[in-house]
Nanobody, 124 residues
Framework: QVQLVESGGGSVQVGGSLNLSCASS????????MGWFRQAPGKDREFVAV????????RYGDAVMGRFTISRDNGKNTVDLQMNNLQREDTAVYYC?????????????????WGQGTQVTVSS
């Protein structure tokens, strides 16, 4: 089973940037599409971004399109999320996860394979 550890969260002002990173200890990391989702207090889980197993394709949630960029390094078993022009509504705990099969298109993370998350707080 894949074990995931997210890092890179923090507190920034509106308009600032952060780069999140997710490290995997799983042997089959390069076999899965990987992505990020977020959850804010009192809100539903929200799809952020996903990248194909080889990095050739990616999809983004409407709320982050044009501001966030997802990338992966299969040699290092990592997937990153560069977040620019952060807004207060981006405040949430960010999680990385595999998005296998149809979940890639549905923007739904695979269950049971999430990290502990990393907190992102954006203030004005």
């Amino acid at each position: 089973q894949v074990q995931l550890v997210e890092s890179g969260g923090g507190s920034v002002q509106v308009g600032g940037s952060l780069n999140l990173s997710c490290a995997s200890s799983g042997r089959d990391f390069s076999s899965f599409a990987m992505g990020w989702f977020r959850q804010a207090p009192g809100k539903d889980r929200e799809f952020v971004a996903v990248i194909s197993w080889n990095g050739d394709a990616s999809r983004y949630g409407d709320a982050v399109m044009g501001r966030f960029t997802i990338s992966r390094d299969n040699g290092k078993n990592t997937v990153d999320l560069q977040m620019n022009n952060l807004q207060r509504e981006d405040t949430a705990v960010y999680y990385c996860a595999p998005f296998s099969g149809r979940n890639y298109y549905r923007g739904v993370p695979d269950s049971g394979s999430w990290g502990q998350g990393t907190q992102v707080t954006v203030s004005s």
